[in-house]
């Protein structure tokens, strides 16, 4: 965290000596907010703090989603969070149902900071959805804040919750969706981040899906489309040439046994029949393979030659 907002934190309203699940809480005001978060025009005139928010020098990357998320938003959930490993990026969600606590668990997991600004206040009693404040502690836990303009005991309400997503998006250097119906709350927050003139990414989804139609919407209507974690530290302004030292991090043991398995066997780039042989696998199962080892950034195919990208 910056040194003056740390001193000032210090220094400000204890909230009454009020704690969440057994931190401290802190107020700061318009002075003390992010850079980013100060350059939006209408803000609250103090939010409510607990842990610590992340200096200015990192990336703030706001991951926002379905609440009824299919298996392949989990999935690519995972895989872009766990390909920004060792960036200097930080999670922003809302702690919802849905993507917003998978991005949450999966940041800890993945040894990122993350920041959560659920829909209400601070306090325990309250703190919206009830069924997410045992991953609320874990947040607290593990290093990373929670975030509200609230005041502690304010229930989430139908107001609250475009109050806490104009905040996510202006905190945010990017939007990125994962998953959104057609008339999705988070599509609010997608708008938000096209009023803040922030990069809005979105990750393509199948035309088949009600839970992509929102998100390949905002594709044909300009967002920047997302398929790896590379596309979004790009977006953020992490070029591949400085993420060279990001992708020696990656933890082949987050891999499943097959994945890595095709990994090895890339010490130069080879052909897919080349590939099928040396596994003894037929063309669908190493489509699914390389597709998944694609989404996370692993590998690229150019000249129809498979070549890896991680330095492991």
Known sequence: MNTNITENLENAENAGGAKCFGYPVKVITKDDYPLLLKNIGKLPARMYVCGDIPDDDHKFLCVIGSRNNSEYGRQVCKDIIFGLQGAPVVIISGLAIGIDSLAHEFDIEAGLKTISLPGSGLDRSVMYPSSRRELAKKILDSGGSIVSPFEMKQSGARW?????????????????????????????????????????????????????????????????????????????????????????????????????????????????????????????????????????????????????????
């Open 160 to 312: 609250t919750f475009p109050v806490r997503n104009s905040i996510m998006a202006g905190m945010s250097h990017a939007v990125l969706m994962i998953e959104a119906r057609e008339k999705s709350g988070t599509l609010i927050t997608a708008g938000n981040a096209l009023d803040f003139n922030r990069d809005l990414l979105a990750v393509p989804g199948s035309i088949f899906s009600d839970l992509s139609k929102g998100t390949n919407q905002q594709l044909r209507s300009g967002a920047t489309a997302v398929t790896c974690a590379l596309d979004v530290l790009e977006a953020l302004g992490i070029s591949r040439g400085e993420s060279s030292e990001i992708q020696t991090k990656f933890n082949l043991d987050r891999l499943g046994p097959d994945e890595a398995r095709l990994l090895s066997r890339l010490s130069y780039p080879k052909l897919r029949d080349e590939l099928i042989n040396e596994l003894h696998i037929d063309a669908s199962d190493l489509n699914a393979l390389l597709s998944s080892l694609e989404l996370v950034g692993a590998i690229s195919e150019e000249d129809g030659l498979i070549m890896k990208i991680w330095r492991t």
